[in-house]
């Protein structure tokens, strides 16, 4: 059984930065997608970053030239710097295994980014 393990959050003054990382055990990551996704209170979960397995990255608008998603497939985990942290960033931040034709996806627990102004 497959599970993703997120380690990084905390509490940070704004313009801080945080290196959330995500680590996958009894999933074989390195030929799928991965990304992180974020939820604030009350708001929808949105997609923060990307990386394919082929290592190209897309990002949310909001978090462009602050925010840098890689992966260690040797390592079998994956990473979010986030540097300039903003107080509009605080939320909860989940990584993501995504899905393939034959395999389901998989979401990490969750780990709580607090940003403080």
């Known amino acids: 059984q497959g599970q993703l393990l997120e380690s990084g959050g905390g509490l940070v003054q704004a313009g801080g930065s945080l290196r959330l990382s995500c680590a996958a055990s009894g999933i074989i990551m390195s030929f799928r997608d991965v990304d992180w996704y974020r939820q604030a209170p009350g708001k929808q979960r949105e997609l923060v970053a990307l990386?394919?397995?082929?290592?190209?990255?897309n990002y949310a608008d909001s978090v462009k030239g602050r925010f840098t998603i890689t992966r260690d497939n040797a390592k079998n985990t994956f990473y979010l710097q986030m540097d300039a942290l903003k107080p509009e960033d605080t939320a909860v931040y989940y990584c993501h295994v995504q899905p393939t034709l034959d395999l389901r996806a998989y979401w990490g627990q969750g780990i709580q980014v607090t940003v403080s102004s």
């Open positions: 990386i394919t397995s082929y290592g190209n990255t």
